[in-house]
């Protein structure tokens, strides 16, 4: 397995920092990461290098922008704008999406889009604009989006995995979810896991201090699982 930071510009010449893990000799399908609120930090180079070892290009992707994370200043007034405006993670996502496809060893028809957290929120933004991956999963995913009507884009399926027990994420805010998924077309489907809260993927969750965001081992595995599930249908095994 290979590791390292990648560095790639979107057509203003605008710089991102990627994170990326592949195995020595690619097979074609990869997966685009969307990154929690945070960045990059050890969860997603952990995910990364996890799909290198199933033979996966893995690619965590900067949706904040190199400039803006030079300092917790700069990158809080950019989360306020995104969380005010979602859509403004798509330009980024596509850029990275596009970076990824470009990696030699990549199949442009057999690439996956994970996020989690508000990293799910950039996966299904990406799929509002009608890119062209073959899946798309949101892990403990933030919602709702800036403009649900886009969701009729996606051109694939989406799988959801959420905390029953999630207060970032609650009932309510799910059955908006599901009423707006069905008046579209999208094949699409949410699964909840019963005692989870937010962050369950997130082996270093008890970094952030907050009593809503805990790892949960038992959901970790099974979520992991059900991704793997959607990418031997989609994307095929490496």
């Not at 605008?14 to 990154?35: D, F, K, M, N, Q």
């Not at 970094?207 to 699982?225: A, C, I, L, M, N």
Request: hydrophobic content about 40%; glycine content about 10%.
């Amino acid at each position: 397995m290979k590791t390292q930071d990648l560095e790639y510009r979107d057509e203003a010449g605008g710089r991102y920092v990627g994170y990326l893990a592949s195995p020595e000799h690619p097979t074609g399908p990869a997966i685009l990461i969307g990154h929690g609120a945070p960045g990059i930090d050890a969860h997603e180079r952990d995910v990364a290098q996890r799909l290198a070892e199933l033979g996966y290009v893995a690619l965590a992707a900067d949706y904040l922008g190199a400039e803006n994370t030079v300092s917790q200043e700069a990158k809080g007034a950019r989360l306020q704008a995104l969380f005010a405006d979602s859509t403004g993670l798509r330009a980024p996502m596509q850029t990275a999406l596009a970076a990824l496809k470009a990696i030699a060893g990549v199949a442009a028809d057999r690439v996956a889009v994970i996020g989690y957290c508000f990293g799910g929120t950039a996966a299904l933004e990406l799929g509002c604009t009608g890119a062209d991956f073959k899946a798309l999963i949101g892990l403990h995913c933030a919602l709702p989006l800036s403009h649900p009507a886009d969701y009729r884009n996606i051109k694939c399926p989406v799988l959801l995995l959420q905390g029953a027990r999630d207060p970032i994420v609650p009932p309510e805010m799910r059955t908006a979810f599901a009423a707006q998924m069905n008046e579209t077309e999208v094949d699409w489907r949410e699964v909840l896991y019963g005692q989870a809260l937010h962050g369950f993927t997130m082996r270093n969750a008890e970094k952030f201090g907050r009593p809503d965001v805990v790892y949960h081992q038992r959901t970790d595995e099974r979520s992991w699982r059900a991704m793997l599930d959607l990418f031997a249908e989609t994307i095929g095994a490496p």
